[in-house]
């Protein structure tokens, strides 16, 4: 009896997945709504790969410097200082590229909170400073990203439009969000170029049946080709398209990026500064930049040589004050860096004790770290010198076509839906 009870149990209903037309459906719409973010991101990112060149063509005299003998940026940080008593500036790059300026990016502070004041009555219309970086002579000013002050702020303006539509902190959450619709459709696009399944077994090799979605028919009707251009042009760019996506999440959404990264056994830098916020900034810490500096470059070798490695003369050093997490963070170049300024191996530690709190790798400890560091190099093209350059440039305009040519297929095909009613109706 108690045999045929069990027995007569129901087995567990199996899942059915949404079918072919649901994804088709998800696809178009995250498509359209994606269409103008990808096509603003796809134009601006084919010219930041040249960022730096750009910048020099439209403000050499912002960019360019004319200056011999060696530079000293922690005393020319103090003379600026001298200069702007309300300022704060906290970032500082240590080491200078011969003919270049030194940039410095000023913040001003309220007296009374310490915290940083936003531009306003009372506040310069400006916050980045060019000056020599051996004398410490002013070259120009600019307010970063202000595209009303002409040229000399085109590239941050483009810059800005990349990553927010130059809509500020609104537009940076609306790209991540974006961007996390991007990478999930991908995986939606590439699943749409495979061949649908047949009701019976098919006689001719997948690969043979999923041939077509990888090729472009040139002599064809416009359509075709705006359809081929899209699905074989998503299919040959699918891997760094995914690439693209995934590593803007983690710059706009870091909320969704690190607890996922973490998942895989990630280790974010950005949570050392992040999880140690104090109550009230220290704008006024006991190491002061120089004690900092020679403090940083001491961490740096004791955990440089705990790994085998020592720091390179030849790459990028800079630090950076935390006052909100009473930190000092000391970037240097090691050989676990992947870019190719340097400058990506950092150690961050008490900007009063000096005390070590934290030491981030770019490659070579953590798997996960490793990967994500790639990918945020591979975004900004940092690396494989000038040959991946010219690809990012020609991949930003390819994501621009994809968009256009995604939007063109929906309209074709929601005119001809409407032609069918019109003549259904007569």
Known sequence: MAST???????????ALPGRAFWVVVHR????????????????????????ELEAATAPELHNSRWTGT?????????????????????????????????????????KTGLEREHGTGVPDWDDLFLNPVTGEEQGRREWGNIGQGTKNLMPFLYRLHYSLALGTIGTLAFGIAALVWTVDCF????????PK??????????????????VRWKSTPYKLNFDLHRAGGLWLWPLLLVFAWSSVSFNLPQVHVPVMQ??????????????????????????????????????????????LFPLEEGETWIWHVPTSGMYVYGFTTAADIGHHGGGT?????????????VDWPSGVNGTNT????????????VFGLPYRVFVSALGLMVTVLSVTGVVIWLKKRSARAGRALRKAG
Do not use: C
């Not at 719409?29 to 730096?52: C, N, R």
């Not at 047949?198 to 090729?215: G, I, N, Q, V, Y």
């Open 5 to 15: 009870a069990q027995g007569s149990l129901a087995q567990p209903r199996r899942i």
């Open 29 to 52: 719409w995250a498509g359209l709504t994606l269409a103008l973010f990808l096509a603003v991101a796809g134009l601006t990112g084919s010219l930041l790969p040249w960022i730096e």
């Open 71 to 111: 530079p000293d940026p922690l005393r020319v940080r103090e003379q600026v200082l001298a200069r702007h008593p309300g300022a704060s500036l906290d970032f500082l790059p240590l080491s200078v590229e011969p003919g270049k300026a030194l940039r410095l990016h000023l913040h001003w502070l309220d007296p």
């Open 188 to 195: 939606v696009g590439f699943y749409l170029t495979l061949p």
């Open 198 to 215: 047949t009701p019976k077994p098919a006689r001719t090799p997948f690969l043979e049946r999923w041939r077509p979605s990888w090729r």
């Open 263 to 308: 998942a895989l056994g990630g280790e974010d830098a950005r949570l050392v500064l992040l999880e140690n916020t104090l109550p009230a900034p220290r704008n006024a810490p006991t190491l002061d930049f120089r004690a900092a500096t020679e403090r940083g470059r001491e961490l740096a070798e004791l955990e440089a040589m705990k790994q085998g």
């Open 346 to 358: 950092r150690v961050a530690f008490d900007s009063n004790s000096g005390e070590l709190k934290a």
């Open 371 to 382: 990967f994500s560091n790639w990918l945020t190099a591979l975004h900004m093209a940092q």
